[in-house]
C-alpha cells in the first residue's frame, strides 16, 4: 500500500466528534449599593455570572464577571481592564434576588438586588454549546482539529408576544410561528449552533483534511497549533429598558496564521413592534453630518488627539476622511458606535468603540421617536 494511502487511512479512522450544552438566563434587576440606586443585567449560566450594572443617577456600566456555587455570588467589576471593586453575598434559588457587600478602595457597602422586568424590558434565555472535532492527535496526544464554542440568546418573555416573535426572528435568522414554547425557541437556538459546528467541520476537512500529507507530519509535531481551528460566538446584552435591546455579537475565527481574526456586530431591536432600528429611525432628518463630527471629537479625545494627523500617528487609516459606520449600539448613557479591526485602525488597536453621550444629541433626536426617553439627558 502507498505511504499516503496508509495515511489518509488512519486519520478517518481517527476522527471524534464530542459536545458539551448548557442553558441559562440574562435578566435585569434593580436595587442599591450603599443605598444609592442602582440597575443591572445579569447572564446566569450554571456556575458563571456576568454582566454589567451603573449608577442611575450616571448611566455609564461597569462590567461585571464571577460565580455562583451553592448560592454564593462572587463577581468582580472591571473599569479600563482593572477590577475596582468586588461584590460577596448570596443568590435565591430562583435567581430572583441577591444580596451581600461590595468592597473596593478599602471601603465596604451593602447591596441588594431583585430581579425587575417592567414594562419595555425582556428577558431573554441563554444556550451555551461547546463542539469539537478531533481530526487527530501527534505523538503526544496533542488533540488536531476544529472546536465551536456558541453563547447565543434568545427573547424568553416580552410583554408584546407578536413583538417577541419578530424579535426572535431577527436573532434566530428563521421564521418563527406564533406561540412557541420556551423549549422549541432553545431548541432552535441548539438547530443553529449545530448548523455553524457542521458547516465548520466540512470546511476544516476540505481545506485541512484533504489536503494533509505525510510531509505534514513534522508540522502536527511541532506546530500543531497551526492545524487546530477554532471559532467562538458570544452575545451579551447591553441594554435592555425602554422598550429597547442592543445585543453585541462577538465572533472570534482561527484557522490557522499568526493570529486569530474577530469582530463584534450590534443589534438594537425596538421592543414595541420587534424591528431592528437604524440611525434613520433614531435621528431627525439631516442628522448625518453633525453626528459624524461629534463621533470623530470623542473619537480624539479618546486617544487624546488634535487632529486627524496625530490619529494616523496612532495607527489609524483617516486618510480619506473619517465616515460613521452603522455598527452601534444604544447604552443608559449615549449611542457607541464600534469599528472592528481593520476598519479605521490596525489590528494592534483592536476594536473601538467611540462613544457619544446624549447631552451632545439633543437636537438631533427625533423627539417622537424610540430615543425620546434620552432627550431629556441633560
Not at 424579535?167 to 420556551?182: A, C, R, V, W, Y
Not at 474577530?262 to 448625518?288: C, H
Not at 453621550?357 to 424610540?370: A, F, K, M
Amino acid at each position: 500500500m502507498p505511504k499516503y494511502a496508509a495515511f489518509t487511512l488512519w486519520i478517518v479512522l481517527s476522527t471524534i466528534n464530542s459536545w458539551s450544552q448548557s442553558f441559562g438566563v440574562i435578566r435585569p434587576f434593580t436595587g442599591t449599593i450603599s443605598g444609592i440606586p442602582v440597575v443591572a443585567s445579569l447572564k446566569i449560566v450554571d456556575t458563571t455570572l456576568s454582566g454589567f450594572y451603573y449608577y442611575t443617577r450616571v448611566g455609564e456600566p461597569i462590567y461585571l464577571s464571577g460565580t455562583i456555587r451553592d448560592s454564593k455570588v462572587a463577581l468582580s467589576e472591571v473599569v479600563d481592564d482593572s477590577v475596582t471593586g468586588k461584590f460577596s453575598g448570596a443568590i435565591t434559588p430562583d435567581f430572583s434576588e441577591l444580596k451581600g457587600e461590595w468592597k473596593g478602595n478599602g471601603k465596604t457597602f451593602p447591596f441588594a438586588m431583585k430581579y425587575d422586568l417592567p414594562a419595555g424590558s425582556a428577558e431573554l434565555g441563554v444556550v451555551n454549546n461547546n463542539f469539537t472535532y478531533v481530526w487527530r492527535r501527534n505523538s503526544i496526544g496533542t488533540e488536531i482539529g476544529a472546536t465551536l464554542e456558541g453563547s447565543f440568546c434568545y427573547i424568553k418573555s416580552l410583554q408584546d408576544a407578536e413583538a417577541m416573535r419578530k424579535m426572535n426572528q431577527i436573532l434566530l435568522e428563521t421564521q418563527i410561528s406564533p406561540g412557541l414554547s420556551d423549549e422549541q425557541l432553545r431548541n432552535r437556538v441548539v438547530a443553529m449552533l449545530e448548523e455553524s459546528f457542521n458547516s465548520l467541520r466540512q470546511e476544516y476537512d476540505t481545506t485541512v483534511v484533504s489536503f494533509a500529507s505525510v510531509n505534514d507530519s513534522a508540522l502536527l509535531e511541532e506546530s500543531p497549533s497551526m492545524f487546530q481551528w477554532d471559532q467562538q460566538y458570544n452575545w451579551e446584552v447591553l441594554f435592555n429598558e425602554s422598550y429597547l435591546l442592543t445585543i453585541r455579537a462577538l465572533y472570534y475565527e482561527y484557522t490557522g496564521g499568526a493570529h486569530g481574526n474577530y469582530g463584534y456586530a450590534n443589534l438594537v431591536l425596538d421592543m414595541k413592534d420587534g424591528r431592528q432600528l437604524s440611525l434613520e429611525d433614531l435621528f431627525v432628518p439631516g442628522y448625518e453630518n453633525q453626528l459624524k463630527q461629534l463621533a470623530l471629537a470623542e473619537l480624539k479625545r479618546q486617544y487624546k488627539a488634535s487632529t486627524i494627523e496625530d490619529l494616523s500617528d496612532q495607527g489609524f487609516f483617516l486618510e480619506n476622511g473619517f465616515e460613521l459606520t452603522d455598527n452601534f449600539f444604544i447604552q443608559k448613557n449615549g449611542i457607541g458606535f464600534t469599528y472592528n479591526p481593520y476598519e479605521i485602525a490596525a489590528y494592534a488597536l483592536g476594536a473601538i468603540d467611540i462613544l457619544v453621550p446624549w447631552p451632545s444629541l439633543q437636537t438631533l433626536i427625533r423627539p417622537d421617536g424610540p430615543l425620546a426617553w434620552a432627550r431629556s439627558k441633560k
